[in-house]
């Protein structure tokens, strides 16, 4: 029997190779053991149980990671600016001695020492009153110049991609949201969200002697979670 071959780099078949095959076709058709389908469908993946100790691991490895470095269980958090801003203006309006009572409602007023702000503010910041709400939004007032400026933080991260338009900047190699027409920046220091309402991203960058960074290993557990997640595991942020 002659072949024609359209590409000459093809190398012909031999004639045992349609003896082969033409015997194959001949077979009767054979139904398979009983439960062998069953049985390969139901079947185990190779090393699955490997893979299941692995995600074990990972997922322990995870939630050890958020507990030493008090990442677990801190909620994400978009700052109400409106209320918060309102919150100022019912200050700058009453003056740098306190807030007007209406604006108060939610917070009771303490010592101003009693809760410190997370940030580490300078001298010139004259501390004159401290509000905490229910919801562990505590507001410390401040003067600076002669200005009304009000700090609020609440515990949790920052979710600064659901924020509203507006700058991103760094001041002391932490990330932070401008407002600059309202004088409104937002940042996270280590363990805590962070509204300064009166100040410009460099007035915070001169008033503010230190920014609590976030651990190093935020980073890591956060891209942890983010894989975790996918595979099924609860979100641990």
Known sequence: MTREFSDPAMVPEESWEDEVAAALAGL?????????IAEAVDHRPLFAGRLLVGLTGVAMLTF??????????RPGIVPELRTLTAR???????????VN??????????????SETPLRTTDDMDLRATFIAESD???????????????????????????PEGERVMIDGVLAWVDPDASVVVLETADSAVTIVGLSAAEVADAVQEIPH????????????????????????
């Open 28 to 36: 009767p058709l054979v139904e398979p053991p009983a439960g062998f």
């Open 101 to 114: 009572p209406v604006s108060s409602s939610g917070f009771e007023e303490v010592a101003p020492e009693f």
């Open 64 to 73: 050890g990671l958020w507990y030493v470095t008090g990442a677990f269980g």
């Open 137 to 163: 939004l505590v507001q410390v007032l401040y003067a600076h110049e002669r200005q009304p400026v009000s700090i609020f933080s609440q515990p949790g991260r920052v979710k600064f991609d659901e924020l």
């Open 214 to 237: 976030r651990s190093k290993t935020a980073g890591f557990t956060d891209l942890v979670n983010s894989i975790t997640r996918e595979l099924g595991f609860p979100d641990l942020s």
């Open 88 to 98: 100022h203006a019912a200050a700058q309006a009453g003056g740098s001695e306190g």
